[in-house]
């Protein structure tokens, strides 16, 4: 699925994180040294790493994507359950242990998915996606009809209101202007935020449907030329997508937080609380036109006007539309492919992970993830072929159903669970592998200086300089452009360091991070990418605008094989807790003075201040303590030692309940954002009771979150310990 | 022809202005008080403003209204000979002394113009606008077609580039995209700044020729319903409008400085320096779909994106357009009406102006404006049938000629120069008088206190409270709305006074402030308003979306008559220097800070920075002089006198020989930007050297500047000297 924003919100976004810079990593690689490795078996590694990264090859990748992209395959069909059973073969071919695992889900089919405008004319809407002539893949029959995983079945007739992007923001707005959508269907564009959530707001204010549909301001004509012209969404593109309330919990929705295996206990689906209950399905720019067009009410405000040639208005007004939806739901097969390269320490695990259904081809969601992981494995098992055996043991997964509602991983977490946190040092994601030229990452503060140092290690695919030095200048160029300041002469190094942000929602490192606890990485090169879910997300359209030359997939294999090679083979791991600790401290210094602006100032705030302070202590310490080891004097015993320590800390910040209101999400840091769209909420239990005015959750949230600053110390106290003990 | 700013671009010179309200007037009213009035004479002028503000009614303003667009009335034409005559005999209906003055001036009416797309397809453009059924009047026959003034006759075939606004810095953008328009013909939309500065930066940048076009992103479907639905511009309108390069000098092509008298020595067209070289017409945005279609080059900027249907390119591409303008250039008549009640004293004279001449019909622009001043007129001829005498000679000017370039203002104004300056005391102006319900104001800063005093005075046609509370209540929501912040409670007199402007470009001040010096206001009610220079500008169009009561209409006229009776009857003059002190030393500061970031920091700065320091201690002086003397103590002599010197305070400001390059226009603080829209330049010639990095003519200009400041510290030390003498 990944996250879809728009660019705006985008820059935004990375502007922000661009302005705070991480602080110097303590942890970072000195002169020729690597984070984690003693000096002495630096060397090796770089002769490993370079070995590694001479192997990935565009033609790999793309004869992987050309066969990737060959039929459909959504999940819960055969095309996907073929699609697996190469992948498995694929990994077996590279010297990997690779097997299926499959789960049995509560999974959707649409049999039909119909909308017609009845008054002030009756004209039939939802038309399908049109061929394009020179993209023969566009005329398959097999493409999946448009339709909103998830959406219940259905049949309604109503009023139909516009509710711009159908966040919190524009109910706000509507409510002020004294307009309801009880008893209507609303209309929102896609944007701003995952469009369960626009679901759940729209159920929340009693619309009887909601119909989604792509404006061309967003991704279409107005960010620049429409497919087959351009790379941007044409007027008849679709976004397909899940409104599964992933917000809540995500994976199968009959069992939340235990493994959909064939014993588990499952809940009846009037039970399930992620699922909506109201009917929603995507549409047009086209379609949306017609519907848009004859409605009456007031002028929209100013921002709600998007880019269709006509006013905007609000509604109601002459058009009243007819929704019906006939959805097949049943217990369906899905198939995950693990592939293990087994280790040394078979009790350490590495884990890379990657999505194999898609949508329709899915050239670019998750396709040119997959054909990249490909080229990763291929690599891997090459140095193994020559002499080499992991430290760790490394597992690549391809998940199935990740678009429906990222169920292949989250049942394989939920299923693994005591044996992931027992092993699993990190969790390494891609999704949308190359849209662009744009190298963007997303990680747990622990892990951005490892994802820094490894774009640093590889070259860029059309420059002199490496992965790092484009990502920090395009970031630089952004930040220019959003501020409209002058670039600095020569001030490169002094704008800070290239952005990582905060992982929010949308893909499948979400049930790794915020269920188990397992640091996290998520990346892959964006660009201009208007086909989002769509027909036209397929091979033509990656070889001809995404990357034509497949430059960028090889060139992201050999950032997620070296990142793998680092945490597999470093000593202690690379995890910088300092800048964690920095980063957390930032936030709950927020989320006080948000509670003291409300009135609330008391134990609770202070218990915050107070593990935050220590945190930060605690996490210096360990910075000084493996700093003055060098990494080099510690023995085997010791080593395994602080590494588990290490990585426990992580799970130290799960609260065991998990958040008031949505006990699957346990992380006390990070969750997606109930109403917030794709980004990350940090604090989500304090900063959403705030949200809320609600002062009993923010007290309860707020002493969870004390405890597990607390009970992350205490592990990095441990961390400090072993390795001053062992000087 | 009046102002026509993009709405974003209007709420932000409204937020400045609002952010930097004036200082406190000293010359304000006190409690019972009026600016100007001996304590003794407040009761008397406020009945007779009372009774003054009693007569203004909206049915007369519709009545005159409908018989004013009875029919088209460009200037040049029947029409608008028949119109004067008219208004002529109106006035005198009223009892004032009227008569038609006449010039001989060098105007063009259109024979053809023509616009074709010659490849990839021939498709005639150029269309007219299309009849509406509801309003009849849209039926015309003899509505003239669209071109706009003092375009040269031309017959050419080129590519086409797209320039968005067509500004200075939109052309600086294309250089940094190697883009030249050399040879093209150039495709601006409108907005952002006059034509007539769009047309000059083409020709200076060597195009053969330009099109403008109204975008709907700008004033239609995206700003809000179209015209007949809404009070926006249709598919089919077209802006009209000169293309004379007023920035240089407006009126008469061919007599720069005098009047268009039957003597007056004329220029060769060839030699007159405010005619542009290159063809330029309007277009409709279908005709300009059509162009734009079909450029190709790179895609456009984001911010160059409009509201058309499709993504925008540069060009050029398989776009080749022909434009042929055939214009009948002569010497043709135009008749301003001047209408005159006498006073006591004939010597001073109080002048009001507005025009008559329109495009089509032009109900808004300047109908309104005209039919509003016909009813400030009735209430003041009713006074004089009352039994009172003015103290002051009131004139009432309907200019003709006005939208090709302002020329019955202008060669009045040359022709009268002597007399004017003797003996005007201030100057009126409406034009855009009725737009929508939202009052703005422009001012000489010395009279924005008469402005807000007067609109306090007038009762809002819709609200329990004033113009002026309105006003206020309006800008604070445009300032809130710009900034996001929510509006602190009870927080209305903390926020500041109602914005008044400077006084820019675009309609008939222009030569009485810029040329001769006589302090200006403007003033009028604007809003939605998206048919400017079209067909629709019509009756239907102010009946159904203007002001369907005439109720603004009327109040306008009471504002109108309000502050001309104030200035009538005034014992001293009510005008402010302390508030102008200060707005000329905030623009010195700015201006020797940005010569002193470019290296410029010598003598002239220095002489600038001295005389601005001075002129606000002589400002204070008289302020408190007058203060002190209550208004109330001089003899008639002495009160003469010292209205005298108070007036000649604007003269002293007037450069002798003009601006560098322009020596038409001689006022130092204020002139339309050279290159910068409809907003005045301020402390134009030292500000636009700086733009150009003219250091030498920037010593020039400074000095000027400092020795007219220097002139403006003696009228006004006199003025203390007589004040202080007389006590």
């Known amino acids: 699925m990944a996250k879809s924003m728009c660019r705006a919100v985008g820059a935004l976004v990375l502007a922000i994180a661009f302005l705070f810079p991480s602080a110097i990593s303590v942890g970072a690689q000195a002169d020729r040294g690597i984070a984690g490795f003693a000096p002495v078996r630096v ?6 790493e370079q070995k590694l990264r001479a192997i990935p090859d565009a033609a790999h990748a793309e004869s992987n994507l050309r066969h990737i992209t060959s039929e459909p395959h959504l999940a819960g069909t055969e095309g996907s ?10 990994y077996r071919s590279y010297g990997f242990d690779a097997e299926i695992v499959s789960y049995s889900v509560w999974l959707p089919q649409a049999r039909e998915v119909k909308l017609e405008l009845k008054t002030p004319n009756t004209i039939t809407l939802g038309t399908p996606e049109q061929p394009i002539e020179i993209d023969k893949d566009t005329y398959n029959k097999d493409a999946v009809m448009a339709f909103n995983a998830y959406a219940p079945s259905a049949d309604v007739t109503a009023p139909v209101i516009y509710v711009n992007y159908g966040t919190q923001e524009d109910y706000r707005a509507l409510e002020a202007m004294g307009i309801s959508v009880e008893g209507k269907i609303a209309i929102a564009r896609y944007g701003r935020c995952y469009r369960g959530i626009k679901t759940k707001l729209a159920e929340e204010h ?4 909601l119909v989604l549909y792509s404006d061309p301001q967003d991704d279409g004509y107005s960010a620049g030329d429409a497919f087959p012209r351009g790379p941007w969404r044409p007027m008849s593109g679709i976004q397909r997508g899940s409104v599964q309330y992933t917000q809540i919990y995500p994976g199968d929705p009959l069992t939340p937080g235990v493994g959909s295996t064939a014993n588990a206990k499952r809940l009846a689906p009037a039970d399930a609380k992620n699922l909506p209950r109201i009917p929603t399905m995507p549409i047009n ?6 519907i848009l067009e004859n409605l009456g009410g007031p002028h929209v405000p100013h921002s709600w006007q998007g880019a269709l040639p006509f006013t905007y208005h609000i509604g109601p007004g002459d058009a009243v539309a007819h929704m019906k939806l006939v959805m097949d739901y049943q217990q369906r097969p899905i198939y995950d492919v693990i592939a293990k390269l087994h280790g040394t320490n078979d009790g350490e695990w590495v884990v890379l992970g990657n999505h194999h259904d898609a949508w329709v081809y899915g050239a670019v969601d998750p396709g040119s993830g997959t054909a990249t ?8 098992g090459e140095l193994v072929r020559s002499g080499w055996k992991p430290q760790r043991t490394i597992l690549m997964c391809e998940w199935d159903g990740e678009e429906p509602g990222l169920i292949g991983s989250t049942e394989w977490v939920e299923a693994n669970r005591a044996e992931l946190q027992a092993k699993a040092v990190a969790y390494i994601n891609t999704d949308v592998a190359v849209a662009g030229p744009n190298f963007t990452a997303s990680a747990t503060p622990s892990l ?4 820094r140092d490894a774009a640093r290690a590889v070259q860029g695919p059309h420059s002199a300089g490496s992965v790092y030095d484009a990502w920090l200048e395009h970031a630089k160029r952004g930040q220019t452009e959003l501020s409209g300041i002058a670039r600095t002469q020569g001030g490169s190094e002094k704008m800070g360091e290239a952005p990582v942000d905060a992982l929010g929602a949308g893909s499948d490192f979400c049930p790794f991070l915020d269920f188990a606890g397992i640091p996290s990485i998520d ?5 201009d990418y208007g086909v989002y879910h769509s027909l036209y997300d397929d091979f033509y359209w990656m070889k001809t605008f995404g990357d034509p030359t497949f430059a960028y997939h090889a060139t992201l294999a050999k950032v997620l094989g070296t990142v793998a090679l680092r945490l597999d083979e470093a000593d202690v791991l690379p995890f910088d807790y300092a800048v964690y600790a920095a980063a957390i401290t930032r936030a709950t210094n927020d989320v006080i003075s948000r509670a ?6 008391d134990a609770t705030t202070q218990a915050v201040a107070d593990a935050s302070a220590r945190l930060t202590a605690s996490a210096a310490h360990v910075a000084q303590a493996l700093q003055r080891s060098g990494y080099a004097s510690f023995d085997a015993a010791t080593e395994n030692r602080i590494n588990h320590e290490l990585v426990s800390v992580e799970q130290a910040l799960l609260a065991p309940g998990g958040l008031v209101g949505r006990p699957w999400y346990k992380h006390t840091i990070y969750a997606p954002g109930s109403y917030a769209g794709y980004a990350a909420e940090v604090l989500p239990g304090v900063n959403e009771a705030l949200d809320r005015d609600d002062a009993a959750t923010f007290q309860q949230e707020a002493a969870a979150l004390a405890a597990a600053l607390s009970r992350a110390s205490v592990r990095l106290d441990e961390v400090a310990q072993l390795a001053n003990a062992s000087k």
């Open 523 to 527: 990346t892959g090169f964006v660009g």
């Open 206 to 209: 009693k619309a009887v449907g």
């Open 448 to 451: 951005s200086g490892l994802v």
């Open 81 to 90: 359950h073929r699609l697996a059973e190469w992948l498995r073969d694929q």
């Open 43 to 48: 060397e090796a590694e770089l002769a490993r």
């Open 596 to 601: 003291n602006q409300l009135g609330i100032q």
């Open 373 to 380: 992981m490909l080229e990763t494995a291929r690599a891997l």
């Open 285 to 290: 720019a086209q379609d949306a036109t017609a």
